[in-house]
Every structure is written in C-alpha cells, then in structure tokens.
C-alpha cells in the first residue's frame, strides 16, 4: 500500500514538474512580447494623438452650405440604374454640389466601397456631380486645392501626382492623387478621386509609427487587423499562464513553502 502511494506521489510530482517546465519555456516567449508592449505603449504616450494621427499640420475641412436658390442637376436616371438605393445626400465640395448615393451592393462592374468604409458592408456607394448629373471626377486642380485647405503648415505646395495604390492607406482601393508639401515633416496629402474626400496626411514620421502599430497590435502581415490570430492566441496564453501560476503557487502554499523556517 505505502508503495502504491510512492508511485501516485512522483506521478504527481512529475506532472508538475512537467507543468512547471512548460509554464517557464512559455513565459519566456510572452515576456517578449510583453516588453514590446511596454516599449510600444511608451511610444504611443509619448508622441501624443495628433503625431500617431499624423494631425500635426491637419486642418478639417468645414461642411460648405447649401445654396437654395441654385438649381442643382439630380442624377435620376443614374439612381435608378443603381437599383435599391438607400440613401442620397448633398454636399459641396469645392463650391461644387455633390450627390452622394448609399445602395445595395452587388457583382456588377463598377461598384465600389466608401474611401473610408470598411469593405465587409454590403453596401456601395456612387458619387455624382450636381452641375452635370454625371458620375463625380475630381480634377488634379480640385484636388490641390482641397489639399491645401486641409493644410495648416507653414510649407509650400510641392507637387502633385495621380496614385492608384498606397502602401500608406492599404485600405484605400484608389485611386487618386497625393499632394506635397515643403515642410520640416515632408508632408504628404492624399485625396480620392471618385468621392473627392481628403483621406488623411502622412510625412516621415509615418513608417516608424505603422511598425509601432504592427508590433503592438502584434499585426505582423500589415492587414491592420486588430483582432487577428497572433493576439487571440497570446491572450489565451496569458490565460494559460495565469492559471497555472495560480496553481503551482497553491501547490507551494500547500508544501509550507510560505512558512518562516528557522
């Protein structure tokens, strides 16, 4: 019988043991990423919202009012051709009236996602001009200027070229046109050609702040997916962890390890 009891007992111990090797190899791996964290997280307090933002020289365009007595061209056969059409608004846009239609979203060539929205919503959105009815095309002009009414910085325009992708808005289907500014910063601004919308400024600073991101949000393929496999999988580690340190801590208490000896 006492026998028996000495084999339960190291079968027992070496489950521990070998619980207490993995618990360590594992710790030693998250502390990584926990002090990457921490050196991330420092970074993100210390530059502020406006240089993560890149908002240092941003200026939000204010919404131009709408004129009643000036007679606008409403794009309703070109609605109708959309087919379940949601909802239409009127903006203007550089003195310009522009319709901007929310529909249903389906394979037909041609639909596309807001500049801004995220390409899981079912629905497409179309962007047309109120002087022509036609669809909306934002001229490298238009474009320049909306550019520098979004600037507060002290440099000067310089120079703008058509994009169709950028790396520095991977969301963003384009294209486009991004515009340059001679500044301490080398700002750049970048604007959407099918809606008109300023999508936002980069400079420099930008590389270093998007790998800050991928390291702290874990987001190794550059995605900007928050929620991605790397994350779940470090957190269910930290859960692992937590649990196991509790109960080799419970084990130790249970072993007098906590007890004052002489």
């Not at 087919?83 to 003195?95: E, H, L, T």
């Not at 930008?206 to 995605?223: C, E, N, V």
């Amino acid at each position: 019988m006492e026998r028996f009891v000495m084999i339960g007992k190291r079968s027992r111990k070496s489950k521990m043991g070998w619980l207490s090797s993995l618990h360590r190899r594992i710790a030693l791996v998250l502390v990584i990423q926990v002090m990457i964290w921490c050196v991330t997280g420092f970074y993100f307090s210390w530059q502020g919202r406006e240089g993560l933002t890149n908002e240092e020289y941003w200026h939000q365009l204010p919404a131009q009012p709408l004129y009643t007595k000036q007679r606008y061209i409403t794009p309703d056969l070109q609605l109708q051709n959309l087919g379940n059409v949601r909802s239409v608004r009127v903006r203007i846009i550089d003195n310009v009236a522009q319709f901007e239609a929310t529909y249903v979203a389906n394979n037909t060539p041609g639909h596309q996602q807001a500049p801004n929205r995220s390409k899981a919503s079912s629905y497409a959105v179309a962007w047309f001009d109120g002087e022509t009815g036609h669809r909306w095309q934002t001229s490298a002009l238009t474009a320049q200027r909306l550019a520098v009414n979004s600037y507060l910085g002290s440099g000067m325009f310089n120079g703008i070229r058509d994009v169709q992708r950028s790396v520095e808005f991977p969301h963003w289907a384009g294209p486009g046109f991004r515009v340059d500014f001679a500044d301490d910063l080398n700002t750049r601004v970048y604007i959407d050609e099918s809606s008109g919308a300023v999508l936002g400024h980069r400079n420099d600073r930008w590389p270093l702040i998007d790998w800050m991101y991928r390291l702290h949000f874990m987001d190794y393929s550059g995605k900007r997916d928050f929620n991605n496999l790397f994350i779940i999988f470090a957190g269910l580690l930290s859960v692992w962890l937590s649990i196991t340190g509790i109960l080799m801590i419970a084990r130790v208490w249970k072993q007098g390890g906590f007890v004052a000896k002489r």
